[in-house]
Every structure is written in C-alpha cells, then in structure tokens.
C-alpha cells in the first residue's frame, strides 16, 4: 500500500485573513476535497498535517477516515509540515504520494493514475503533468527518499527532493486541472465560485 501525506498547516498569510483550507467549497470545508481523493485513490493511511487553526482543521477532517498529526513548527515553512508527516509514517512504508490541502478541485482518478504509472515504473518519483504544468500529488519511493524527505527545509518542501533528482522523475500527463489549481489567494477563491463549483454560486 502507498500512503498519503496531506499538508495542511500553513498560515494562509495570502487570504487576507481567512484560512483557506476552512472555505467552503461543494458543501464542506476546502481541505476535504484533496483528502478525499487520496482515499479514493486507495492511499493508506492517508496523513493530514496540521498547524495554524489545527483544531478547526481536524474538526472539519473528522468525518473521514485520516489520521491528523499536529505540526508545531508550521512557520517554518513546509519543509517542516513535510518532516512531520514522513515521521508520521509506518518504518515498513515503501511510497508517499504527497499533496497540498489547498487543492479543492483534485480528483481521486488523477491521484490514482499517477500511483498506477509509479508502480509500474522503475523511477523513484512519479508527478502528474497538466498541460506543461507539474503538480501534485507527488509519489516517492520510500526506500530511496526517506531520508532526502524527512531533512527538507524552509517552504520548498517536496520539489527540493524533485530538483536533486531530475533523472528519477517520471512525468505522468492528466487531463485535470485539479492537479495544479491552488488557491492561495482571495481572486483564486472567488474565481471558483464564478465557474459556480463550490455549490454557492450558479
């Protein structure tokens, strides 16, 4: 089994003041969505790190099937939310897939085609492609990258262990833009509820 690795501690210092990963979107909080297709994915256990607003954020996970582990050391940037959720994993894990909680719009099927097209490579790193966009989730073999993993620092998390290892990558296209569409700002929010796809706005 491939395990999942949720980041969801950040400060959202770009919203304005809102949390983003607590906005609503179809009916339930932000951070429900990429959670969500981890599981859908079959990823086990699927981690969830936790930092700013950490009890609001478990509150809004509660109804699904994730185990959440609480950064203190979120400030420091991603690198540190990354280090708690390897640490978090089984000795025995041999892959992560690591995604970003600010993903509203993932999809379980692309999560799951990018673990599909890194079973069946002899790469170590697996990322889907979006029109000549890489995003996320991120899949590493564990035997070879745990440690690269769990030593990452500042906000460049995951892509740090990505740069070192160009030749390890496999390149998985998907036809979702799911992969790739953050929300990080206050214009990115209010563009999905312009396409009307967080169930508040036709």
């Known amino acids: 089994m ?9 400060a959202s210092t770009r919203m304005g003041g809102a949390n983003k990963l607590l906005l609503p979107y179809r009916g339930e909080p932000m951070v429900c ?3 969500r297709a981890l599981l859908e994915a079959g990823l086990r256990p699927v981690v969830v790190v936790v930092g700013h607003d950490a009890d609001a954020v478990e509150r809004a996970l509660e109804h699904l099937p994730v185990h959440t582990v609480v950064n203190p050391d979120f400030r420091e940037g991603m690198g540190a939310s990354l280090r708690a959720g390897v640490e978090a994993l089984a000795p025995d894990a041999e ?17 799951r085609a990018v673990v599909e097209a890194f079973r069946a490579s002899p790469r170590g790193i697996a990322v889907p492609v979006f029109r000549g966009r890489r995003g996320h ?3 590493f073999d564990l035997c070879r990258y745990r440690a690269a993993l769990a030593a990452v620092h500042g906000d460049r998390g995951a892509r740090a262990v990505v740069a070192a290892h160009p030749g390890d990558v496999l390149e998985v296209p998907v036809d979702d833009p799911g992969v790739v569409q953050d929300v990080d700002t206050p214009e990115a929010y209010e563009g999905l509820r312009l396409e009307g796809r967080d169930g508040e706005v036709p």
């Open 137 to 139: 989730p991120v899949v």
């Open 33 to 35: 969505g990429p959670a």
């Open 95 to 111: 892959a992560v897939a690591v995604a970003l909680g600010d993903l509203p719009t993932l999809s379980g099927r692309s999560v």
């Open 2 to 10: 491939i395990a999942g690795i949720l980041l969801a501690a950040g």
